[in-house]
């Protein structure tokens, strides 16, 4: 397994709070019924997980220890969604038996796997012949943002190298499908979505959520364990954030790679 660059500081779970299928995975409603058996691989906070609940018959929510499958648990109780099953698992080696599951489902996850292809294979033995494989994923390289601070193509670097640093691909929209491909999939449909930041409120939410995890998250202490940067330099990014979302002319791009691929 690859390390989660991320980690679970609030500051990280400011973020994947707000994630349902409106604006995480639409792409997938369209295969989503009242009798629809999922797969939520990586299900995080639980947040796309619960709304995924309110759709479908059946979800079984995985994460890779019990410590981050707690919080998808927590949430699910919260909601009263009792349709869902938990389970720690290695998404490289599932513990669920062949043609479990209508459909298989990874938001932000391949990114973080050591072999994005060989979890795409489990995730393929364990959906029901005809079923769905669907996968989402940022691809950093192309986040692109106005006003042009220097101090933010400093942060993308360093969360590209820590990423890759951990065993994952951060650039892993544009990939999804060669790897389904290399997966053995030869049907599958691509489409692209993004999220983008430009009022005030979305520009304090996002850049104040950067500002703090990149001081305070899994990834300020890798950066700083590792010599990637020094303290210094992580505040000057942080201030930079913050500037970012003070700035009235601020917009921010985030785009995605999704793959439907039939099992």
Do not use: K
Not at 24 to 43: H, I, K, N, W
Not at 100 to 128: I, K
Not at 203 to 212: I, Q, V
Request: glycine share 8%.
């Amino acid at each position: 397994m690859a390390s989660y660059t991320h980690g679970h500081h609030e500051s990280v779970l400011r973020s994947h709070n707000v994630r349902d299928i409106s604006n995480s995975a639409e792409y997938l409603r369209p295969f989503l019924t009242a009798t629809t058996s999922l797969l939520d691989v990586g299900a995080g906070p639980g947040s796309i997980t619960v709304d995924f609940a309110s759709v479908v018959g059946h979800v079984t929510a995985t994460e890779i220890d019990e410590n981050a499958l707690s919080l998808s648990r927590s949430l699910a109780e919260q909601r009263g969604a009792t349709n869902i099953d938990f389970s720690v698992e290695d998404v490289h080696a599932l513990s669920f038996a062949d043609d479990s599951f209508d459909v298989a489902h990874a938001h932000q996850v391949l990114q973080h796997v050591a072999d994005p292809v060989q979890a795409l294979r489990e995730m393929r033995r364990v959906t029901v012949p005809g079923g769905i494989v669907a996968a989402r994923d940022a691809d950093y390289a192309g986040f692109i943002w106005f006003p042009l601070l220097p101090e933010l193509d400093r942060w993308l670097d360093l969360y590209r190298r820590a990423a890759r640093a951990n065993g994952g691909e951060p650039d892993a929209g544009r990939r999804l499908l060669a790897w389904a491909r290399a997966a053995g999939f030869d049907d599958v449909t691509v489409t692209a979505s993004t999220w983008c930041y430009a009022t005030p409120e979305e520009r304090s939410w996002w850049g104040g959520m950067w500002a703090d995890r990149i001081l305070q998250s899994a990834l300020a202490r890798q950066l700083l364990d590792s010599g990637m940067a020094t303290d210094a330099e992580l505040r000057e990014i942080s201030d930079a954030w913050r500037r970012w979302a003070d700035d009235g002319d601020g917009w921010y791009l985030v785009p995605h790679g999704e793959i439907v691929a039939r099992a």
